[in-house]
Nanobody, 125 residues
Framework: VQLQASGGGLVLAGDSLRLSCAAS????????LAWFRQAPGKEREFVSA??????NTYYGDSVKGRFTISRDKATVYLQMNSLKPEDTAMYYC?????????????????????WGQGTQVTVSS
């Protein structure tokens, strides 16, 4: 599976951005697609995830109510509203090819099998 992330940019606090992650290859075998982010000097942080089949969604505490994840065919979108300077980071999408429907460890970055190249989001105050 190949993942192409796009949509990042430089915006002002309070603005919105929509990130895209286009998957190709064996997309029928994807079980879960997630977004993570990493700011300089900080650990990678779980942002959001969506199950490929039933489209159940999950969010990190810091983005709940502001970000929305969705899927259209083989592309997953992350709509980010009310952006804050602390949202500044490199955003990565990743897929888990083995997650079961009842799994609860979608925030564990080590379980993901393939990663995209990342797209930079910078929020200025």
């Amino acid at each position: 599976v190949q993942l192409q992330a796009s949509g990042g940019g430089l915006v002002l606090a309070g603005d919105s951005l929509r990130l895209s992650c286009a998957a190709s290859g064996r997309t029928a075998n994807i079980r879960l697609l997630a977004w993570f982010r990493q700011a300089p000097g900080k650990e990678r942080e779980f942002v959001s995830a969506i199950r490929w089949t039933n489209r159940n969604t999950y969010y990190g505490d810091s983005v709940k109510g502001r970000f929305t994840i969705s899927r259209d065919k083989a592309t997953v979108y992350l709509q980010m509203n009310s952006l804050k300077p602390e949202d500044t980071a490199m955003y990565y999408c990743a897929v888990d090819m083995n997650a079961i429907l009842t799994s609860t460890d979608h925030g564990n970055s080590r379980k993901y099998d393939y990663w995209g190249q990342g797209t930079q989001v910078t929020v200025s105050s």
